[in-house]
């Protein structure tokens, strides 16, 4: 019975963890969903500085919003935090999530860092002459959108099993309680049989002790 409660609480812990890995993903997907929305933005410019039709100083507006863009990710990656953990900045490897009462019960989860010199994307331009340097930069982001959205995809996943890992401990804890809750009925049930058996011994012996003490007053009194 105390193995079980001891398993209870370990498990309405791990739910309370699961729910905070739930809590860091979701913090993680919304800085990633920002970061995908500029880097889809910044390939809509390049794709527009890749036409001939533009001029130099055309190209050259199209850089400014370029650059704010590239900077705007690094920001992004150096200031997402859970915690006081900076999930994107390159210091945190991974992260385990401990979703069960026993030792080793855990899932792993990455977050690759996501500045723009991560991404591949620091130093990419998309004004000049011609197109060069625009397709280039077509290319590059390419590769870190295909980045972003993996990554998304891993922690997409990872948030499935944490939730499903909720569910299926909510289940298993109740089928645990009610276990438990009958090994104690069970229990008391048979320390009130024991304790009702020890007070008839108790009483028959004073009883019979009464008994016992009366016989040689009552002797006395027949002589007296």
Do not use: C, W, Y
């Not at 398993?7 to 699961?18: C, D, E, L, S, Y």
């Not at 863009?69 to 385990?96: H, Q, Y």
């Not at 500045?115 to 002459?129: K, T």
């Amino acid at each position: 019975s105390e193995k079980m409660r001891a398993q209870i609480g370990g498990m309405k812990q791990a739910i309370r963890n699961a729910q905070d890995g739930i809590s860091m993903i979701q913090t993680a997907e919304g800085a990633l969903n920002e970061t995908h929305a500029i880097l889809n933005r910044m390939r809509e410019l390049a794709v527009q500085a890749s036409n001939g039709t533009l001029k130099d100083d055309d190209r050259a507006k199209l850089e400014k919003e370029f650059v704010v863009l590239n900077e705007e990710i690094t920001r992004i990656a150096n200031d997402t935090e859970f915690n006081t953990m900076k999930l994107f900045d390159g210091n945190l490897a991974s992260v385990k999530f401990q979703i069960g009462a026993n030792a080793g019960q855990m899932i792993s989860g990455s977050f690759t860092a996501m500045r723009a010199s991560d991404l591949g994307i620091d130093g990419q331009h998309i004004s000049g002459a011609d197109a060069t340097q625009a397709q280039a930069a077509i290319t590059a982001l390419d590769s870190a959108i295909g980045t972003v959205s993996e990554t998304r995809a891993n922690l997409g996943a990872i948030q499935n099993r944490l939730e499903h890992t909720i569910a299926n401990l909510g289940v298993t804890m109740e089928n645990l309680a009610a276990s438990e809750s009958r090994i104690r009925d069970v229990d008391m049930a048979q320390e009130m049989t024991q304790f009702t058996k020890n007070q008839i011994l108790i009483q028959s012996a004073t009883a019979m002790l009464a008994q016992a003490n009366m016989k040689p007053q009552a002797v006395l009194q027949l002589l007296g």
